[in-house]
């Protein structure tokens, strides 16, 4: 009987990526645009549909997944993904599987990640930042209302579409928690809340506080608290003393010091009408957000592409058909989960 379930239990996981829509049949791959930890995203084109857009395809190998512990996240991010349907977060059209792999069908966006031009520019204008940083809070106000806690923003995970706006991507540690608290130590370090390295549970929170570091980035071209060691930087994290730059305005350094709260109930976006509150902040008083949500607002850089097909806003990878067993390029800031 118990062995019955136990098959029953693995048809049933076998089965749950199956897809009469897609196979790896459906497409023409074209060229890879990043590689994590558990997975690589190539950009593909429909054999079926060439003269539609091009889409991401992101590839996760099954035993690095089952390896790693990793099945239920991966069954997390595609329910959680299919619940979604905002203007700055990336869609997802399908999922399918073979014996070794388990395809996500994405929608592409061609500008490449916010890291990539961030790293290009070194600092961005105000300006911009508030621009990203505006789309940004209607993703996260999209999210929380649904009772998601995203858990990984960073600009490696802010990829730009085709006409210049953002879309939040990869939520493989995004989890549904409404109003209750989680445990987890996951995310990047630089940009964790003091309260999840505390381990006593966190909430929504952690996701202004993320957007805090994140503003700091963009316009210092650093994070606050950052060193070579998650340890220590753990500890500067836990120390809160947060120094800006002299040319950091009142107004930005307001905005900040909100954001980048420790004690958790003081922090702007801890109340019910969280992100309203954030809204009404001055240094968003010329954002008009209900023009912004519909994409009426020009952005600040729309890229240059020479054909749909173009990856150059994308770093260049080894392009083998195989999928390698481990990726050769690591970035500086690696997330993990737990300990
Ligand atoms: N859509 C989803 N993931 C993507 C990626 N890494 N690059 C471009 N478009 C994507």
Redesign the pocket.
Known sequence: MEQEKIEASEKQESEYFISEKYSMDSFDVLGT??VGTFSR?RLVRSKDQPYMKPL?L?ILKKTSILKMRQLSHLRNEKELMEQLDHAFI?KILGTFQDDYYVFFV????CGGELFTRLKKLGTLPSQDARFYISELVLALEYLHDKGIVFRDLKPENI?IDRSGHV?L?DFGFAKAISDSKTYTMCGTPEYLAPEIILGKGYGREVDWWALGILLYEMIAGYPPYCDDSPFNIYQKILLGRLVFPSYFDDILCSLLSALLEPNVQKRIGYKNNAASDLKNHLWFSNVDFNLLLIKECPSPWIPELMTEEDTSN?NTYPDSLEQPHAPKFTRERDPFVGF
Do not use: R
């Open positions: 645009l990043g995203v991401a992101k990336t994405l929608e592409y966006a990829l879309k991507s994308f």
